[in-house]
């Protein structure tokens, strides 16, 4: 895994054997943040990162100059490896909470410029949608913020008020939702 722009590019970080994760391909993960970069400016934003996995995203994020980011999995080891791989690299703003994702967002009182979720593509499609329903019902997402859910081809998400983009790569989808769109007024 390596982190492709900004002030940490080109760093290899190498992955532990036996974690439970699918980190985000490269060509996915440029695709994704080249569309982020061409519609905002990344720097100083306050990013949310559930489902972290690796933490592949968070560092992706940290490197290219968001103010914070939080990063959010249920699994000891991830953790670990994130909060090691933060400390290695000085990643200042990078901090990391092991919590059930669905029981933390119930309990956050704070809204976010940026959340992305990477939830395990075999979670229940229903599961999915109550994740974007939860972001949108708690208002976790600033006025002009966006969410960004990575999925498989099963899940899908084209009559959610919200969703204003879906792209493709390969078996990678990602999906845009923003509180600025409601398509429900269509």
């Known amino acids: 895994m390596r982190i492709i722009r900004g002030k940490y590019q080109r760093r290899v970080i190498h992955v532990p054997v036996g974690l ?3 980190p985000t ?3 996915a993960k440029e695709s994704l943040f080249n569309i982020l970069e ?3 400016d990344l720097e100083g934003l306050k990013v949310l990162d559930l489902f972290a996995g690796t933490g592949n995203i968070s560092y992706e994020f940290c490197s290219r100059g968001c103010a914070s980011v939080l990063a959010v999995d249920n699994h000891p080891k991830c953790t670990k490896f994130i909060e090691d791989t933060a400390r290695l690299l000085d990643m200042q703003p990078l901090r990391v909470i092991r919590s059930d994702v669905f029981k933390f967002l119930t309990n956050l009182n704070t809204s976010y410029d940026l959340i992305f979720a990477d939830p395990p593509y075999d979670m ?3 599961l999915y949608h109550e ?3 939860l972001i949108f019902d708690r208002k976790l997402l600033t006025d002009d913020g966006a969410l960004v859910v990575e999925h498989s081809k099963k899940i899908d998400f084209m009559e959610h008020p919200h969703l ?3 792209r493709r790569y390969g078996k990678v989808h990602f999906s845009f939702f923003s509180p600025e769109i409601d398509n429900t007024l269509a």
Do not use: I
């Open 20 to 22: 439970p994760v699918r």
């Open 25 to 27: 391909t490269d060509m």
């Open 38 to 40: 061409n519609d905002t």
């Open 124 to 126: 229940d499609a229903a």
């Open 131 to 133: 994740l974007v329903a």
């Open 164 to 166: 204003f983009d879906l």
